[in-house]
């Protein structure tokens, strides 16, 4: 089956530090990844994605490669702000039919000033 | 103009009794599904619904009944409402056999 594994959180961090959050997935096809973020209060948007091996999704400063030979999809950002504490959630997609979404149990980050 | 909208936001109910919880799109999308996110913020699938019909139902009790009265319309009873029931409760929409979806606000439910 599908699955995607996240590392747990919270992570925390102060503002302009690097983040990295793990994400690394299993499944019988070939799927596409998807990075959704989750702000206190409000439903899930997306923040990037990426379809096809190497692909590099990115939005806000945020990125993560499609890296099909460790089944990876790190999400990554240089600089953090305080506005980016949210639940990130890592998700992939398997083309074909009707597909749906399987996600990760989520990473809260949170950003001091 | 909001993309995907759910009613009510908030919902506080006894055990047993039967509610509902609506989701409207007004992006033309074919396809909506429902998600539950427990308290420790884990996403399931629920029920999706192509043009009005069934096409993914998950093992989920038989108290929850989606109805789909036009394409652009899903919402969700529960009957027998159960403690565990609580959680939040998103509505999303995507275009046919599209990967991406749109989340509503969800509805915070909470039974007593």
């Known amino acids: 089956g599908n699955s995607v594994t996240q590392m747990e959180g919270p992570v925390t961090l102060s503002e302009e530090a690097f983040l990295t959050i793990n994400c690394t997935y299993t499944?019988?096809?070939?799927?596409?990844l998807f990075w959704y973020v989750q702000y206190p209060g409000e439903g899930l948007q997306l923040l990037l994605k990426?379809?096809?091996?190497?692909d590099k999704g990115s939005n806000k400063g945020f990125e993560a490669t499609y890296r099909k030979e460790t089944t990876s999809f790190h999400l990554e950002k240089g600089s953090v702000q305080v506005s980016d504490s949210a639940v990130y959630f890592c998700a992939l997609s398997v083309p074909g039919g009707y597909s749906t979404l399987t996600f990760g149990k989520g990473t809260m980050l949170l950003v001091s000033p | 103009d909001t993309a995907v909208s759910q009613t009510p936001k908030y919902l506080v109910t006894q055990m047993g009794n039967d509610k509902s919880i609506k989701c409207e799109q007004n992006l033309g999308h074919d396809t909506m599904y429902w998600y539950k996110q427990d308290s420790k913020k884990f996403l399931k699938i629920m029920f999706s619904?192509?043009?009005?019909?069934?096409?993914i139902n998950e093992t989920v009790p038989n108290r929850f009944s989606p109805k789909s009265p036009d394409k652009a319309h899903l919402n969700l009873h529960i009957n027998s409402l159960e403690l565990g029931d609580s959680a939040v409760y998103f509505c999303a929409s995507s275009p046919p056999r599209a990967e991406t979806q749109y989340f509503g606000p969800g509805t915070r439910l909470l039974v007593l």
């Open positions: 619904y192509n043009n009005k019909e069934l096409i």
């Open positions: 499944a019988t096809g070939y799927p596409s």
């Open positions: 990426a379809t096809k091996a190497d």
